[in-house]
């Protein structure tokens, strides 16, 4: 999936797992400047995404503002249609995305 081997070679050339990812992995929200924006942050996350590393770091990051994430159907990217091989399930999707933002108005 996403182009990297099934098997594990015992390897870690790989970009995602580099130092040039350190600034995705090493990134540490300011908790304070997001808790005090005046605007609504909504921390959000695919229900098949939970265990992957963009699920857990947005379960701990709504857990750092005291909230729980808001849980979209599918996964990374449930919006797309499998146009790209990846189908996730834009339907529902659309529907998660119109209550999140019905709720802020």
Same mark, same amino acid.
């Given at each position: 999936?996403? @182009?990297? !081997? =099934? %098997? %594990?070679? @015992? #390897?870690? %050339? ?10 995705? *992995?090493?990134?540490? !929200?300011?908790?304070?400047?997001? #808790?005090?924006?005046?605007?609504? /942050? ?6 098949? *995404? ?7 770091? *947005? /379960? =701990? ?7 729980? !994430? #808001?849980?979209?159907? *599918? ?12 189908? @996730? ?12 933002? %019905? =709720?802020?108005?």
């Amino acid at each position: 999936m996403f @182009g990297m !081997p =099934a %098997d %594990d070679d @015992g #390897t870690r %050339d790989d970009p995602l797992l580099s130092d040039r990812s350190w600034a995705v *992995s090493g990134y540490r !929200p300011d908790v304070a400047a997001l #808790t005090a924006a005046r605007t609504r /942050v909504v921390i959000a996350v695919g229900e098949e *995404s939970l265990d992957v590393f963009t699920g857990r770091t *947005s /379960v =701990a990051t709504a857990a750092l503002l005291g909230r729980r !994430p #808001t849980i979209f159907p *599918s996964h990374h990217g449930g919006f797309l249609g499998g146009e790209h091989g990846y189908a @996730g399930q834009p339907e529902a999707f659309a529907r998660k995305l119109r209550e999140v933002l %019905d =709720a802020a108005g």
